[in-house]
């Protein structure tokens, strides 16, 4: 019962009258309104998991990458164990 | 899509793989216990890259399977009241009760809308005053955060015409049902991502501890879901078990304290009944006493009889990953997607479904194990 | 997501549910144990987009369609210009020249002069650019709440130029499979103006006369063994029913697949599954291997078809199936969609 998407937050309305801090979502081109009551810390260009029409936690961009570095060095390890004499 | 596409790259998907491949030196068992990553692996084929020694089993994490027929059939039944708008997420409308689905209720002019937020449903409510609106509220921990601020929401403008039929089940009493059972084969968990998103993963250390196994926070992309296997298997192979967060980039050890208030604010943990499974104790959520005027039970009360399960069913034993899909002497043959004799063979995250689905299917009148097998 | 086909149980269609025009496993068990033990005939039973006749020694091609489109007008198009072409495309799809169209019309009382003189605008135009003329018709009005507003059916004939049998059983193990262009973009336009969903960009219907590159082949000598155009059910369904009907195994590359950003993003936030999203412009062709190329080269210049590739090849066995190596290396079933495609959460 998972299904979260990331979106890029493009601008964010407080709106008091109906106390739902919501703001406007891009997915892919794709615009919709979102409730951010639940991610008070995030701010227009973060990237937001959306979860049935609520945002659930700003994406950690830093360890987003971390697994693609980890892949890139797992292949300079592979590449100096070709090149090591045998 | 950013931070979609990228964890279903080829190149990086197959490196991961092989990192598996090389560590992997004894058989073992993982299981994922969300549907949504069942589904995943399943539908990109990702078994087909995992070394034969390591086994995957499904776990019951599909809300939609685990929902028990009587309360299908209490949900059929309030549709089917000439004031109400029943409003549902689509995964339910197919789930086949005792005699009807929602969707054959809408067939026959019950009021059954899909909605993708539980706030459309408060909002029909509020655009139509002499209608009585309930919403379905079928999830896990991840969709209680939306739920719970719908029904919040209700109170504080005084909607009195929305109610919610809540059937919220929670994952970490189901991991040590499965943990506790004589038959158990799981030595390590991928965790649900989504749902430690939300609550955190503090609550899966006891687990680790007290059972000596691996859990693992895991995601729902390619990437993700091998990832955290490789997380797993190299906990497994050095003898260690404890809690790992593969999902960093979405969740965080304490999880998300504002969902997590707004939660508790409007429910309360209750016992509930697993269909397939049983009664477990304190694995759902019920409405607080201070917001039971939005019960939808409550509202409608009614006498809704226990069903009786299909004999041929072992969704049961399915769910807590005992068996697989294609062991089941119905699959394929007396149990397919068209006739369902369980909600794993209904509902698209089930793994009876998904098998069937994906790969593991009837060919020339015999179940086929998978395509990657038939084709070797 | 993957897609959600999620199936309906038998004992509960005694009645018509709306699945059952949705294209997939139950159209087709509603065509298998209704019409077709009704009509009996070989035209009827080939199962194609259309049917071949012969009269006088000269082939013909006949074809009918109804279009029941919510909303009727949406990103792209009309349901006046699905009307138009999608009964053209029929007809292309069997290798013959649309000649001439009939246009019935089921207006719901209430309907607008402004909304009708728009769709029959629209199909005016249509059938201008699909160089087709509509000689007959007929008109009814039902009252106001028991229809939405305008359905049409339009039925076509037309001139069979294709040189030999064009249909799943002149499919062989080794043909390539062709797509002409990008996935779900007649699906999702409508869905947006359904579910209220805002594109910065925008997506249009990919609704088009695809004769002109059908043309292009039969011209260039390619030997085209079957056609079939995408519509509902998308890819998957087009493809399964030629699998069904040749006893043969398609298998594509999901990442040889075109699916256009923004027709992904709405997919992912939909839960869809771009395989299964309607299409209204887009068809998948199978030549011979050793003619791939060429017939690549034939579609890519055609502008209904610019974005041709080859998404796959026909094999012996696993029989009447189709399956799919995805994008990360796995395998898996392309299975038929069985009820509608509803969105999923989980």
Known sequence: MCLAVPGKIVSIIEDGNLGLRRGRVDFSGIRKDVCLDYTAEARVGDYVLVHVGFALTVVDEEEAYRVFEALRELDQLDELKVSAPQ | ?376 | ?346
Request: charged fraction near 20%; hydrophobic fraction near 45%; glycine fraction near 10%.
């Open chain 3, 1 to 346: 997501m993957a897609i959600l086909s999620c199936p309906l149980p038998l004992p509960a269609t005694e009645r018509i549910v709306l699945a059952h025009g949705g294209g997939g496993r139950l159209t087709n068990q509603l065509i298998e144990a209704v019409f077709l033990p009704a009509f009996r005939n070989a035209a009827l039973e080939s199962r194609h987009d259309g049917a071949l006749l012969s009269a006088e020694g000269v082939r013909l091609a006949m074809t009918t369609d109804t279009y029941v489109v919510q909303p009727i007008v949406f990103p792209g198009g009309t349901i006046g210009d699905l009307a138009v072409n999608g009964t053209v495309n029929d007809l292309a799809m069997c290798g013959a020249r649309p000649i001439a169209l009939s246009a019935g019309f089921v207006l719901e009382e209430g309907l607008s002069f402004k909304t009708l003189h728009a769709i029959v605008a629209s199909m005016r135009d249509a059938a201008h650019v699909a160089n087709v003329r509509i000689v007959t018709g007929d008109t009814k009005v039902l009252d106001k709440g028991r229809g939405d507003g305008l359905f049409v059916n339009t039925s076509g004939i037309g001139l069979v130029v294709a040189p030999n049998r064009i249909g799943p059983e002149s499919v062989r193990p080794g043909d390539t499979v062709i797509v002409s262009g990008d996935l779900g973009a007649h699906g999702i336009a409508v869905l947006s103006v359904r579910e209220g969903l805002e594109f910065e960009g925008e997506v249009k219907s990919d609704t088009a006369p695809l004769w002109p590159a059908i043309e292009a082949l039969f011209n260039g000598g390619i030997e085209v063994h079957c056609l079939r155009d995408l519509t509902r059910g998308g890819l998957s369904s087009a493809l399964n029913e030629i699998a069904s009907a040749s006893g043969l195994n398609i298998e594509v590359e999901e990442k040889l697949i075109p699916v256009s950003d923004v027709v992904q993003g709405a997919c992912e936030l939909l839960g869809l599954d771009p395989f299964y999203v309607a299409n209204e412009g887009r068809f998948v062709a199978f030549v011979p291997e050793r003619q791939a190329a060429r017939a690549l080269d034939i579609l890519r210049s055609c502008p209904v078809a610019s974005g041709a590739v080859r998404a796959g090849t026909v094999h012996e066995t696993p029989s009447a199936i189709v399956t799919m190596r995805t994008r990360v290396g796995g395998n898996r079933v392309l299975d038929m969609l069985s009820g509608e495609q509803l969105p999923r959460i989980c």
């Open chain 2, 1 to 376: 899509m950013k931070f979609l596409d990228e964890y279903r790259d080829c190149e990086a998907v197959q490196k991961m793989a092989q990192t598996i491949r090389r560590s992997t030196t004894r058989p073992w068992t993982l299981m994922e216990v969300c549907g949504g990553q069942t589904h995943t692996i399943v539908k990109t084929g990702l078994q087909d890259l995992l070394p034969e020694a390591v086994t995957l089993v499904h776990g019951p994490g599909c809300p939609v399977c685990v929902t028990p027929i009587a309360m299908i059939d209490r949900a059929v039944a309030i549709a089917g009241r000439p004031a109400v708008i029943f409003c549902s997420f689509g995964d339910m409308l197919r789930v086949p009760g005792s005699s009807q689905s929602l969707f054959d209720a809408k067939a026959l002019g019950a009021d059954v809308r899909i909605v993708y937020s539980p706030l459309d449903a408060l909002n029909l409510a509020r655009a139509n005053p002499d209608r009585e609106v309930v919403f379905f509220a079928v999830g896990f921990e991840t969709t209680a955060p939306a739920n719970a601020m719908a029904v919040w929401e209700a109170k504080r403008q005084n909607v009195s015409n929305f109610s919610m039929l809540v059937s919220h089940v929670l994952v970490p009493p189901a991991m040590e049902t499965i943990l506790s059972s004589a038959d158990c084969r799981v030595q390590a968990f991928l965790a649900a991502g989504h749902v430690c998103m939300v609550m955190g993963f503090e609550e899966y250390v006891p687990i680790s501890r007290k059972y000596r196994v691996p859990v693992i926070v895991t995601g729902f992309e390619p990437l993700d879901l091998l990832e955290g296997i490789q997380m797993a298997i190299a906990q497994l192979e050095s003898g260690r078990a404890e809690v790992e967060n593969q999902y960093a980039r979405a969740v965080r050890r304490p999880g998300n304290h504002a969902a997590q208030e707004r939660i508790s604010d409007v429910f309360e943990v209750t016992r509930r009944t697993w269909r397939g499974i049983g009664e477990i104790p304190a694995s759902g959520l019920r409405l607080r006493e201070t917001y039971y005027r939005f019960d939808a039970e409550l509202r409608f009360p009614m006498e809704i009889r226990d069903a009786e399960e299909s004999p041929e069913c072992i969704s049961g034993l399915v769910l807590q990953g005992i068996r697989k899909p294609y062991e089941c002497p119905a699959f394929a043959a007396r149990c397919t997607p068209d006739t369902p004799l369980g909600a794993p063979m209904v509902s698209s995250e089930g793994a009876c479904a998904a098998y069937f689905h994906f790969g593991r299917r009837i060919q020339d009148g015999n179940p086929v194990v998978s395509i990657a097998a038939a084709g070797d």
